[in-house]
């Protein structure tokens, strides 16, 4: 920890002196999130005193319930250094008294741990930068709300098909929907807007853009006020890519934009030629499949672009804004975003041409009936 971590946290603690816990948190491997709880008076002390805060090396080999991976980092022996970002510390705004930052983790050499995915974005992210470019993201977040009691979705809202209704905005819905928005604000997240999805009890909130990193670290933050203030409602909040078996997909869109690049095609056919390794990150469980499958404006199973189609994996925007369409809230986001960058990199070394050609309206009709 450094002279300018210090200075941030007292900077910090002197703007919001009602905080007495810090809450450090990291994605593991699987996607989990993960926190360890410090008081006020320990962190100050950690942070004076130049020390660090240790934990297991295991601290990314568990499966969501909780057996080791198989992963030989998976021991009992060893340590593992937390390295909190405080450039990316924040109040919890959905609980008074409580601050969070993002963490990566350093083995017992003082290198980054191989599987921290935060610090393999972190990587990726320099090694672009080194080609001059660099992304701005923000996400549409989805998700489903349930009442905690009956676990069906009817006594959120009424309605069946609902997307961008009014009347799916109103009571108990509006009610939470207004705590979480207030609670992202209290935390410093920029929200664009938010609106009732196509299904029942299905919302949306999308972020402001930020640089790639930054935009991640919000995500996460924006899914852990969304679970904490859904259970202050008495409402379990879902981003599980088909809550209902027979109704839509719920998503995880990823808007960026390429900056600093003179070779934007490049860019995206390396991200086209790579698509099936990035779905390994981005669609990770078997119901990921299910929500993507064609006609249903989730990205289709086409390996194609197209200028505003949302039918495909990869929606243009405009010259340099682009959204990627097959992902899910089951996807470690951090994986996720390395891939990507990593897609865009491979094409730009080798000067990709982008050789498919923009998929809109009739043409996706056609390729459809062709098949």
Not at 208 to 235: G, S, Y
Request: charged fraction near 20%; charge should be negative.
């Amino acid at each position: 920890m450094s002279v300018g971590d210090e200075q941030r946290l007292e900077t910090f603690i002197h703007q919001n002196p009602s905080i007495k816990y810090f809450q450090l948190l990291w994605i593991d491997t699987v996607g989990i999130s993960r926190v360890r709880v410090l008081t006020k008076s320990y962190l100050l002390h950690l942070v004076s005193s130049k020390q660090s805060f240790a934990t297991l090396q295991s601290v990314f080999s568990r499966l969501q319930d909780d057996t080791p991976n198989g992963q030989q980092l998976c021991t009992a022996a060893g340590k593992a250094e937390v390295m909190p970002d405080f450039a990316s510390l924040r109040p919890s705004g959905y609980r008074d008294g409580y601050a969070s930052m993002m963490c990566t983790f350093q083995g017992e050499d003082g290198q980054p741990l191989t599987f921290d995915p935060r610090a393999a974005l972190i990587k990726i992210l320099d090694k672009l930068a080194g080609h001059g470019v660099m992304l701005r993201c923000g996400f549409e977040l989805e998700f489903t709300l349930f009442d905690a009691e009956t676990s069906t979705t009817k006594k959120v809202s009424p309605f069946e098909r609902q997307w961008s209704s009014s009347r799916a905005l109103t009571n108990r819905a509006l009610d939470v929907l207004d705590d979480i928005i207030s609670s992202l604000q209290r935390s410093d997240i920029g929200v664009m807007q938010f609106h009732a999805e196509y299904g029942p009890a299905q919302y949306e909130i999308s972020t402001m853009p930020l640089p790639a990193k930054d935009a991640t670290d919000t995500l996460m933050c924006t899914k852990e006020t969304i679970h904490h203030v859904c259970e202050a409602n008495m409402l379990d909040a879902t981003f599980y890519p088909k809550p209902v078996s027979d109704g839509p997909g719920t998503g995880a869109h990823l808007h960026f934009s390429i900056e600093g690049c003179d070779s934007e095609d490049s860019f995206v056919a390396g991200i086209l030629a790579n698509l099936g390794s990035i779905c390994a990150f981005s669609l990770p469980i078997v119901d990921s499949y299910a929500r993507v499958e064609d006609s249903s404006w989730a990205g289709g199973t086409w390996m194609a672009w197209g200028t505003q189609n949302r039918e495909v994996p990869l929606r243009k925007i405009e010259p340099g804004h682009w959204e990627f369409r097959v992902m899910d809230g089951t996807a470690n986001v951090y994986l996720v975003l390395a891939a990507i960058v990593a897609a865009g990199i491979h094409g730009l070394k080798e000067h990709m041409p982008l050789a498919m050609h923009d998929c809109q309206g009739e043409d996706y009709f056609w390729i459809i009936a062709r098949r």
